[in-house]
């Protein structure tokens, strides 16, 4: 995958694509990135890329001459997506990011101060997408947020094959409790279950923890998460339990 960001800052994106998973999708010639700076496609002597809202109030608005030629001279084909990062955009979800990590090559675009003129939306935009109902500062922070949802459903780019599947919102539902050495730790024990080596009821037992976790936190998901006849039991049976509180979340 190819994806080009357009920003004001690009340094911000520099820590981020340069360690971790990030580095190593690049590393391993999975992704290419690059950050451009807006700047740069500034006609004039003085760089200006934003200027006073047209009807008076406060604030700066990114300029649509400068915007679209940087968005145009980044873009290869119109097949590409551009994406303006905003708060007016589809929320990101898991389904939007493994939607994006079919696509070759992305191009998305970081608005800042009060944002971008509405005909840089109706001529080079063709999404827009919000990474919660909270403003930022500007759209880099999203970007990265898009960027890290989508480069790590890319195959091969995180080690353990099928680790993304078992993700948290993946399959519809939270993920349940995850334990590691020390057995004992302040003690509290991990759940006898998880030593018993029976992997089928490990696997039953790590499911039911899911439901639970996704029933206690996010009740909302299991009407959209696709459920076998026996989840269906176990949350009836859940239903008609006297269950703790979400910050001591039981064995069941
Ligand atoms: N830019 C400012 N706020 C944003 C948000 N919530 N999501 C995406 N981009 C933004």
Redesign the pocket.
Known sequence: MKIDALSLFPAMFDSVMNASMMWKAQDRGLLTFCAHDIRDYAADKHRQVDDTPYGGGGGMILKPDVLVRAIEAVRPSTATPVI????Q?RL?THPVAAELAQLPQLVLV??HYEGVDERVRQLAVTDE???????????E???L??IDAVVRLIPGVLGAEGAADRDSHADGLLEGAHYTRPHTYRGLAVPAILTSGHHAEVARWRRRQALLRTWLRRPELLKSAPLTEDDREWLEALAGRQLPTVASSPDP
């Open positions: 303006l990062l905003s708060p955009g990101l970081c608005g997408i919000s990474i919660g109902d909270y403003v930022l500062t500007g759209g922070l999203a970007a947020v898009l």
